[in-house]
């Protein structure tokens, strides 16, 4: 076993630390989070469906658990909602819509920014939250807040920022006046991997368009939704404009709200097959769609770049969220001149990693989030080594507790494997060669993904080539992290359609109305 592991999941100390989304603070001194810490934030979330501003059970009562993957205990029970429960939000979010489409953008723009404030205020408690449901190292959790906390800050200023359009027409017969209008009443399907960055990320842009929304967050995941739908209401948001529903039937759940021709909105973040079934649905009912769905991004290194920089931003690439993450770097295409060192030193990196539950000191790879991740990812590397990679370190599960996977490199690995192929969504990093550009171009594009790519070289005129060649809606030269809350983050391809963030991201919940205002003869 490469990866430092003890038994009970206890990590050792390491140099190695990974930027989360944004860059974090100085590294502070961690103390192990006590169960009574635990035990205060679990028993702050609201356990209910949120309609009309009222927490309520769902129909029948019935209720799911919701569980820690670094112990497999039972965190808490939720609402598990039905068809009838969305209805009832979706009927909460159109009774809400005109009061809320009316509402002065400044307004607006100052409950997102009390929502900011209040959330920065309890960044322990989310990150804590966080760490509990998801999995992801204390550290990485708090760099969450902090960039979900972005968008509510972003589009706060946004928000009196929607602009319009007044002129002459050409012919000089009348005036143009063009402005803009909420689309309405949303569904917001959220994932499991950023439960508040994604929250966060849809919600405050709705909000600041004018939108009222139903939200439905993963399974997995809810419990932060919930708090933060809870502050939502103490930074004085109206009763109905933000409404959720927690279910483990997702599909009978969501069906009859797409359905209904009073929704005028679908955004969903999660896989491409789901995404392709939702554009079904949403197709009948001509609803604005966004779509954030997977990613295999190659990380592509030149032979100029700088070695150590390329192993700091592949550590960044891959392992933040455990490798759970769309815009991860999956497929490392590396020159054929510096594979083997960059492989060296990669290799002696990520035997370094502590593995461990996100609460201890010092993680920084924690658990998967289920045991269905855990499987799919020795599955990968079985079939790449079984195709003639080379396992350079890690490669299995450690035994439990928990839903732990060693964070692993492969090299030499085939194009035609599986983990060149597929979507990893774990610790799991694949290596092959190329030698000249074109070549680079060829292997990081040879995808049906097209969300994120990064490139490292010195070289400027190529970089510049490089981002016109790669086939992907956002790319990184010279580092490992692309996302901000003030830059449009989507994807080409089978990675979906739409941009979430920046001032493109309020544009998806804005329609265009146009009017001609006929003028008389001039005299």
């Not at 607006?108 to 309890?122: G, I, K």
């Not at 209904?260 to 896989?271: E, N, Q, V």
């Not at 920046?502 to 544009?507: A, D, F, N, P, R």
């Amino acid at each position: 076993m490469t990866a430092r592991v003890h038994a009970q999941h206890t990590p050792v100390q390491s140099s190695v630390q990974l930027t989360v989304c944004e860059p974090l603070e100085a590294p502070v001194a961690e103390t192990p989070v006590a169960g009574d810490a635990a035990a205060r934030v679990l028993a702050a979330v609201p356990h209910g469906l949120l309609v009309g501003g009222t927490w309520r059970p769902a129909t029948g009562r019935a209720t799911f658990d919701v569980r820690d993957p670094a112990t497999g205990g039972v965190l808490a029970q939720v609402a598990d909602g039905t068809a009838a429960d969305a209805l009832a939000a979706l009927d909460a979010a159109v009774d809400a819509a005109a009061g809320w489409a009316a509402t002065p953008p400044r307004r607006r723009s100052e409950v997102l920014r009390r929502a900011f404030d209040l959330l920065l205020a309890r960044e322990e408690e989310f990150a804590l939250l966080m760490t509990l449901e998801m999995g992801k190292p204390l550290a990485e959790a708090r760099g969450e807040v902090r960039y979900g906390a972005e968008f509510l800050r972003w589009f706060s200023e946004e928000a009196v920022r929607i602009p319009g359009r007044y002129g002459t027409n050409p012919e000089g017969t009348g005036t143009v006046v063009v402005t803009r209008r909420p689309v309405g009443p949303c569904l917001l399907i959220t994932p499991w991997n950023f439960p508040l960055a994604m929250a966060t990320r849809k919600i405050a842009p709705a909000l600041a368009a004018g939108c009222t929304a139903v939200v439905k967050p993963a399974e997995l995941t809810p419990l932060t939704t919930l708090l933060f739908a809870q502050l939502l209401a103490e930074a004085g948001l109206p009763a109905g404009v933000v409404n959720v529903v927690t279910t483990t039937r997702s599909p009978e759940v969501c069906a009859p709200v797409i359905a209904d021709p009073r929704l005028r909105k679908l955004s969903f973040t999660g896989s491409t097959a789901v995404g392709r079934a939702l554009l079904g649905q949403a197709a009948d009912g001509v609803l604005r769609t966004s779509m954030e769905l997977g990613g295999n991004a190659p990380f592509v290194v030149f032979d100029d770049a700088d070695l150590d920089a390329a192993v700091a931003g592949a550590l960044q690439a891959k392992f933040r969220n455990t490798g759970q993450a769309c815009t991860a770097g999956n497929r490392f295409v590396v020159h054929a001149d510096v594979a083997d060192e960059f492989a060296r030193r990669l290799t002696e990196a990520v035997r370094a990693m502590p593995v461990g539950p996100g609460t201890a000191p010092g993680t920084v790879i924690g658990p998967l989030i289920d045991d269905r991740a855990v499987a799919s990812a020795a599955a990968l590397v079985a079939d790449a080594v079984a195709q003639g990679a080379q396992l350079l370190t890690g490669g299995s599960a450690p035994q439990g507790p928990g839903c732990f996977f060693e964070p692993t490199v492969l090299a030499g690995v085939p194009t035609g494997a599986r983990v060149w192929r597929e979507e990893i969504f774990g610790p799991v990093l694949a290596v092959t060669t190329f030698t000249d550009e074109a070549e680079a171009v060829r292997l990081a594009d040879d995808t049906e993904y097209g969300l994120a790519s990064y490139v490292y070289t010195r070289d400027l005129d190529r970089a510049h080539r490089m981002i016109a060649a790669l086939d992907s809606g956002m790319t990184g030269v010279n580092t490992g992290v692309v996302s901000n809350a003030a830059a449009p983050f989507g994807g080409t391809k089978g990675s979906g359609l739409g941009r979430e963030g920046g001032s493109e991201g309020i544009e998806e919940y804005l329609e265009t109305k146009y009017a001609l205002i006929a003028t008389g003869p001039a005299r």
